[in-house]
Each structure stands twice: as structure tokens, then as C-alpha cells.
């Protein structure tokens, strides 16, 4: 790689095409291009490695399966672009990558692979690690970079951009972990080869957690531009318990969710961005036919909301309504009205809010409001749940007919809200009852209906 100018390098990672892993998808040549002409007495390269997506375990992999491809990375984009110091930040739940990183950094220097004057070459560069404290907030770059300065992780209004003044205001090189770990193969066998796995705009392969009500969950990597359809039924070896297919979530809290009009959509940056989806992360957490979906969408903003850093009042206020509107929802105690309340509300966060994370969060309730609007309305309007997973919506009720007057039922009842007469049929209180289910399964000749 020595052998390589910067701008040879630089041209090579654009020939390959490579768009950032972390989620926005930024052309990772343009980027490198941009700090290699900054005038700077000094520069830094930065390595993401805070990866606090709910089911994401993708850097977590490369990190401690391969630590030296992403150290290797690092140290092309330090030729590249003229630095001489980098920064790994790592979350603090990922200790063993932690370890793994310090013995490869120490091997590397041990090689005089990293270092100063690195095999003679007259280049000369250091990595240093940094363990993060747990606050989703600090995978966004700047407020990454703050953390790293020893700042609270709060993120930075933008320009100046973080390739012009980034790290202790200097250009840096911000990129994933993933992105790093594909330049070495970009190097050895050349853009040309890089650009010609995938697609057109989106080229090279791409890793995807695959979780959910599926029978083969884990990580798998595969070309960009492979269907939904590939990934769930033939790698993914279909729904679990024979479910049927409803919905999968992409991109993790800030994502959202596809159906299954999109089964035979090719997963790239462009095409999702087309249908109001992203490649985020890579998480991908398929649901199937029992999963409701406006719990589904107030389990993602619970998240987003509770991971809110607070610095502007869109994300930390406006989170926090759409929270409280959806909880009332689920509780079934939606109010006509609510559904345009969510839709002004996340039209307006999307457009105001400082930082991609405020930006993104109301994705998954913009995105099931667009494919599951009747279960929305049937929460509100009918007070049923159509998926039968809303507790506080659930109708129980003793089927006079089957019940042998066991009484089972009543003495599994934590708040005494079933009585009867031994032998004959027992009834309900509803007002009691609080659809815990536990006459339901107590039941032995299934008198007892959900609903």
C-alpha cells in the first residue's frame, strides 16, 4: 500500500464505488477526498464502532473475528488522507472486542505495522481506543467525536462538516467499522473488482442481523441488491412455527418497515430510500401475523425516546408526545385525531431536529401508519387489537357451555375477578379483570376465549 500515493489511493476507493456501512450510505471516496485537500497541520481518522442498534451485532463480529482487517483499514485511510493518529470508539458492552483490538494494536506495533515509521516508509501512525458509556446518541459522528474529547455526547450543529473540522477541530475520517473492514480487499484486487458485487449505485456486499419469528436468526452477509425474499425464505429458512410473513423492520429504531408488496425489493441505499426505508445498520427483525404493529411501533420510540441526549426540542419533546399518543393507543385509549397528531408531530421532528437520530426516529410510526393504518384505526375507533397482542384491549370471556365449573380458573385469578359455584358455570368481572391470561392457560377444557 506504500507503493500508492494518497490520491492513488483516494481514486481507487472511488472506483470501487463503497458507501459508508453505518447507515447514511455517504460515498466513502468523496469523503476521504474531502480531508485529503484540507489544508491541516494535523488530521485524524476515526473508526465507529458504537453499535447500540436493538439486534445489531454486525461490528461486534468484525471487531472480534478480524480486528486487524479494520486496523488495516485505518491505516490505508491514514495514508490517504494524510493523518497520523486514529481513534477506535467502542461501546462499553463490547469487552471482548475490546481485547481483542488492544492485542491486534499491540501485535501490529509489535510487527512495526503500526507505529512510527511503519516498515520504513517514513509514515508514521498510532490508534488509540475509546470505550463509550452506553448512550445510543454517541454513534452519531459528532456526538461520537465530542465523547472522545472527553465532552458530554452531545451532538454538533452542522457545517462545519465533520471532514472539515472534526476531531479536536481538525479534518477526520469518520466511518464505521464495516466500511474499514472492506478497504484491504478494495486495495489487494482493486475498485473494478469491488464495483462489480451488487448493484450499479450500491456496490459490494453488506451485513445484515437477521432476527425475529424466523427460523434461522444470525449474521449473514450478502451482495447488495438481494431481495427480501432470498434473505427471509431462503436464507433465513421462513417464518418460525409456520407464521405467515407480515413485516420486517430495517435499519434498526431509526428504520422502517417493509412488507410484503417488498419481498422482491432489491435491499440497496437507493431503492429503500425510494419506498422510506434505509439500510441503517443492518438490522433486520422480521414479525409475523401475532406481532401488533402499533406495539410494535411504540416499542421503537420508547427506545429512541429514552436514548434521546435532550440538546434539542424536537427530538427530546416531540419524541416524548408521540410516545405518550401511543401508549394511550396501545392501552386503548386512542382518541380520533390521533393518527394526524402522530403524522404533524413526526413531520415536524424529521425537519427540525438537530441530529440524524432525531431525524430518524419517527420512521417506524410513519411507516406503520402507511402499510397498517386500520390496525391503527381499529385500536382507536373499535378498541380491538387485531393482532390479539394488546393486553390492555383483550376480551375474556368464560364459554358457559364448556366450562365444568372446575373452578381452576378462579384460583389462578391474581386479582379474584372470576367466581362461581363448584359444578357449575363460572363468569368474569370484567372490571376486575386485567387480561393477564392466567385463567386461559389454567383452563383444562378451553372454556376460557381471548378475544
Known sequence: MFEMSGEEIVDEVKKSGIRGRGGAGFPTGIKWDTVRKTESDKKYVVCNGDEGDPGAFMDRSIM????????EGMIIAGIACGADEGYIYVRAEYPLAVTRLKNAIRQAEGLGMLGDNILGSGFSFRIHINRGAGAFVCGEETALINSIEGQRGFPRVRPPL??????????????????????????????????GIGTPNSPGTKAFALTGNINNTGLIEVPMGTTLREIIFDIGGG???????????????????????HLDLPLDFDNLKKVGA????GGLVVVDEHTCM???????MHFTQNESCGKCVPCREGTKRMLQILERIVAGEGRDGDIELLLELADTICNTALCGLGKTAPNPVISTIKNFRSEYEAHIYDKKCPAGACSKLKTISIDPSLCK???KCARQCPVNAISGKIKEPFSIDLSKCIRCGSCVSACPFKAIKEG
Not at 162 to 184: D, H, M, Q
Request: glycine share 16%.
Open 405 to 407: 365449573g372446575c373452578s
Open 162 to 195: 465533520t471532514v472539515i473540522k472534526g476531531l479536536f477541530g481538525k479534518p477526520t475520517v469518520p466511518n464505521n467499522v464495516e466500511t474499514y473492514a472492506n478497504i484491504p480487499n478494495i486495495i489487494n484486487n482493486g475498485g473494478e473488482w469491488y464495483a
Open 239 to 261: 417464518m418460525k412455527n409456520g407464521g405467515q410473513f407480515k413485516a420486517v423492520q430495517i435499519g434498526g429504531p431509526s428504520g422502517a418497515c417493509l412488507t410484503k408488496e
Open 278 to 281: 434505509m439500510v441503517g445498520s
Open 64 to 71: 472480534e473475528g478480524a480486528p486487524h482487517r479494520v486496523l
Open 294 to 300: 402499533v406495539e410494535f411501533a411504540r416499542f421503537f
